[in-house]
């Protein structure tokens, strides 16, 4: 499967630990995408790289959170002392320079109890 | 401020009827947008797309309708199966790629 992948699928964490998630886009994608959805609404963007560099971050993007996609392949999403409210659905994407179809992965369930 | 509004939070629509879903956006430099269909649990999947150059876009059962005057667009399935009942969420982008702005989503349930 040549899909966007993401690890892990689930997570529960206690309210105040970090917690990452990891991406890896298609292989021939240059565009990696961040966004979070909430029950009963749309997935909102967090942040998008191309190649290595980040290009965007939304405001949604507290100082908790950090994206890094270091060798311009795979992507980090690390949230510092979670909160409940960041309990939500974590999804990348990835998409090419050419063509801005994105690429959704499956999404990592985040639950902070 | 919501770009991307999706009014209707659900439709329910006869197995071989007509599915009209509808988008309507604020955004005049949006030239690109797109449907994804969602199954709980599961990331969004491509259904089909439309750049602004474009009024209509058709594969298959699905067809995307833009009206630029309106800032509307429209999905249309047909005939609706009882397997595309889903969450739709249009979302659109400007200059081509980059980001996507979604609207809020309408849960399809197509009854047998």
Redesign the interface.
């Known amino acids: 499967d040549t899909g ?1 992948s ?1 690890d892990p699928r689930h997570k529960i964490t206690k309210r105040g630990q970090n917690v990452t998630f990891r991406c890896d886009p298609i292989s021939e994608h240059n ?1 990696l ?1 961040w ?1 979070r959805q909430t029950l ?6 967090l942040t ?1 790289f191309q190649n290595e560099a980040q290009l ?1 971050k939304s405001r949604l993007l507290s100082d908790r959170f950090s994206a890094e996609r270091p060798k311009g392949s795979f992507s980090t999403l690390e949230i510092q002392r979670t909160e409940q409210g960041d309990s939500a659905m974590y ?1 990348c ?1 990835s ?1 090419s ?1 050419l ?9 990592t ?1 985040l639950t902070v109890v | 401020d919501q770009q991307v509004k999706q009014n209707s939070p659900s439709l329910s629509v006869q197995e071989g009827r007509i599915s009209i879903l509808n988008c309507d956006y604020t955004n005049s430099m949006f030239d690109y947008f797109l449907w994804y269909k969602k199954y709980p649990a599961e990331g969004p999947t491509f259904l089909i797309s439309i750049s602004s150059i474009k009024d209509k876009n058709e594969d298959g059962r699905f067809t995307v309708f833009l009206n630029k005057s309106a800032k509307h667009l429209s999905l249309h399935i047909v005939p609706s199966q009882p397997g595309d009942s889903a969450v739709y969420f249009c979302a659109a982008s400007r200059g081509g790629g980059g980001k996507l702005i979604f609207g809020q989503g309408t849960e399809l349930s197509v009854k047998p």
Request: glycine content about 18%; hydrophobic content about 35%.
């Open positions: 966007v993401q565009r995408y966004y009963g609404q749309g997935p909102e963007f998008y965007e999804l994407a998409s320079l063509r801005g179809l994105a690429f959704f992965g499956q999404g369930r």
